[in-house]
Nanobody
């Protein structure tokens, strides 16, 4: 059974930093896409960042490029999202999700998870950025 457990959320002032962690179990870690998604009240779910754990390829939403960095520690089955220069509009519940690549481009995997809810999902962690 797939388990994804997020940690690291919290309250931070604008301009600050947080690091989210996603501990994964129950599947072969190094042949999946594992990503971070967020949903703010009244808004649609958004794909924030994703990493192909087989080759390190990454995806970032335009809104976070240059501020967020995704990484994976395959030995620890953990994916991290380092968030810097946080803005109030980054406030949301952040979810970790994983899906098999199945020869798909990482962008296609992100769409599948963000739009159609494919893959396996964690419970989410709240990130609140105050102005």
């Amino acid at each position: 059974e797939v388990h994804l457990v997020e940690s690291g959320g919290g309250l931070v002032q604008a301009g600050g930093s947080l690091r989210l962690s996603c501990a994964a179990s129950g599947f072969t870690f190094d042949d999946h896409a594992i990503g971070w998604f967020r949903q703010a009240p009244g808004k649609e779910r958004e794909g924030v960042s994703c990493i192909d754990t087989s080759d390190g390829g990454t995806y970032y939403a335009d809104s976070v490029k240059g501020r967020f960095t995704i990484s994976s520690d395959n030995a620890k089955n953990t994916v991290y999202l380092q968030m810097t220069r946080l803005k109030p509009e980054d406030t949301a519940v952040y979810y970790c999700a994983a899906d098999s690549l199945n020869d798909r481009d990482i962008s296609a995997v992100v769409v599948g998870m963000a739009v159609y809810g494919l893959g396996s999902w964690g419970q989410g962690t709240q990130v609140t950025v105050s102005s």
